[in-house]
Every structure is written in C-alpha cells, then in structure tokens.
C-alpha cells in the first residue's frame, strides 16, 4: 500500500482520507490549491467564499486497481497495472504531499517479532518535544516557516548542503520541493533532540519522497 502524509504544521485541523485514483484526474487535483495556501475557495454564479484549509493531511491507497502487492495479493496483470494506476495521481499533486511511504503487507514473520522498544506513549512524548523545540525558535513549526526563517532555522551542515545539491540536480527536485524537503529534515532533526540540520536528516528527508526514491521497492512500481 502506498500512504503519504503531508505535514501542514497546524496544530488543530487534521483530515485524514482515502485518494483513490478511480476518482477523476481533476478532482484530485482540485487538492493541489488548498493544499498550497491553505484556504479553498468556493465559487458559484454571484459569490465567492474562501474557508481556511491549513490541515494535516493522511492519505493511503492501494498499490494497483487490483489492490495487489506483494505476496498473496500479487496483482496477476503485472507491473503495468500499478504504473498506469499510481500516474493518475499527477506529479503536482505528489509534490504537494511531504513525505510518501511504500508501506508493504504485514507478514507472518513480523508478527511474530518483539514489540518495538518505543511505543505509542514514548513516541507521542517525543513528538511534543520536538513541537516544543520549534516553538521555543519562535518562527513557528517547521511545516509554516516562511523562507527567510526557513534559511535561519534549517541550514544545514556543509556534507548535507551538499547532499541536497546534489539532489535537487540529479532529480530535478522542484523549488517546493527543496524547500520541503529542507522542513521534513527540520522536523527529523527536532526528533532526534538535535540541534544542528545533519547530513543523516537531509538523507532521510530525501528517501521519504518515493516519486524519487530511485530504485523500486517491494515490488512496487515507481512514480514517476
């Protein structure tokens, strides 16, 4: 299954809900301005209201139309299938959503496994550290820093400035992206209890777009 959340950085207002790629290529893509600025705005005949839209968004989907993956559930019509399924889902859309993860099915095998030593409560403790760091900068969180506080809050160390250079070449990275990409290592940083933006969350800030994540994973087609 392919999920993807996108860090808005509002502390109240969340959706969470399924994108489907059986809905039309232009309802989707009605999300893209909402999801830019944070308002959305109804237009009919004689008006035009603009509602706030700053939201933390959660969305999964299945790999193919099949609802195949990996294992049992492989989708029998082949690769084909997730690629022409997964690219109704435009490439400006994706670019929108901040980090996307190929989530693979359960198997009996990690059942099997011991429970992870941090738990919901240990992580959710975590998290409020980290909300807490970013509002003591007194910017604001990381997903709503404007590029000016962007530059003083998340600069990174010269091995990751150079890492991010080196992918904003080589993938063709957007200039939304970058910067997002930037908030993301932020935020894995804050996580982390670190100060200084390192090589290692630039890294991972990177591995967390799948459209450019490079090699297929899991079986899954890639985005592209």
Request: hydrophobic content about 45%; proline content about 7%.
């Amino acid at each position: 299954m392919f999920a993807a959340v996108g860090v808005r950085g509002h502390p109240h207002p969340r959706c969470a809900c399924y994108i489907s790629p059986e809905f039309t290529q232009q309802a989707l893509d009605a999300l893209r301005q909402p999801l830019e600025s944070g308002s959305v705005l109804i237009a009919r005949a004689n008006h035009h209201v603009t509602y706030p839209a700053r939201i933390l968004l959660a969305a999964a989907m299945n790999p193919c139309r099949c609802g195949g993956g990996p294992g049992a559930g492989f989708c029998r019509r082949g690769p084909r299938c997730a690629t022409e399924y997964q690219a109704r889902l435009s490439g400006p859309l994706l670019d929108r959503i901040d980090i996307q993860l190929d989530v693979p099915p359960v198997t009996a095998a990690d059942l099997a496994l011991p429970p992870p030593v941090e738990g919901t409560a240990e992580a959710a403790a975590r998290v409020m550290r980290a909300r807490a760091a970013q509002s003591a900068r007194g910017a604001g969180l990381n997903a709503v820093l404007s590029l000016d506080a962007l530059e003083r809050v998340a600069k990174p160390d010269a091995p990751g400035a150079a890492l991010l250079s080196k992918a904003a070449e080589t993938l063709s990275l957007s200039a939304r992206a970058y910067h997002r990409t930037l908030k993301v290592a932020r935020s894995i940083a804050d996580l982390d209890g670190a100060e200084a933006l390192r090589r290692i969350h630039i890294a991972e800030a990177l591995s967390l777009k799948r459209q450019w994540a490079g090699a297929e994973q899991g079986g899954f087609a890639k985005v592209s």
